[in-house]
Nanobody, 126 residues
Framework: QLPLVESGGGLVKPGESLRLSCVASGFTLEGYNIGWFRQAPGKEREGVSCLSSSGDYTEYADSVKGRFTISRDNAKNTMYLQMDSLQPEDTATYYC???????????????????YGQGTQVTVSS
């Protein structure tokens, strides 16, 4: 059983929205920072957003600020990435990630996480 499984990707038109989900299995999200990464063909994986284990510290890539929102529901062991006003340049495979960091209450968008999901494809095209 994979520890992280993403869902919610798909094909949308510019300006539309998608909500990605990532369910953790075999462990609880308590004490874990969470992050979302993406990788487009021919490009390096980049950090999109992160949320601290405390739930009160977030970071966003400049390219998605004001359009994407990261959240978590520890009771459901699930993390989310709400993506609004999607643009063609958002097309990529999106990965969720977790890293056990109960303290300090910060997170990073560097790819230094313990677990990654298998990815879900997001395609934005008219």
């Amino acid at each position: 059983q994979l520890p992280l499984v993403e869902s919610g990707g798909g094909l949308v038109k510019p300006g539309e929205s998608l909500r990605l989900s990532c369910v953790a299995s075999g462990f609880t999200l308590e004490g874990y920072n969470i992050g979302w990464f993406r990788q487009a063909p021919g490009k390096e994986r980049e950090g999109v957003s992160c949320l601290s284990s405390s739930g009160d510290y977030t970071e966003y890539a400049d390219s998605v600020k004001g359009r994407f929102t990261i959240s978590r529901d520890n009771a459901k062991n699930t993390m989310y990435l709400q993506m609004d006003s999607l643009q063609p340049e958002d097309t990529a495979t999106y990965y969720c990630a977790t890293d056990y960091r109960p303290y300090p209450p910060i997170c990073t968008m560097l790819p230094r996480y313990d677990f990654y999901g298998q990815g879900t494809q997001v395609t934005v095209s008219s």
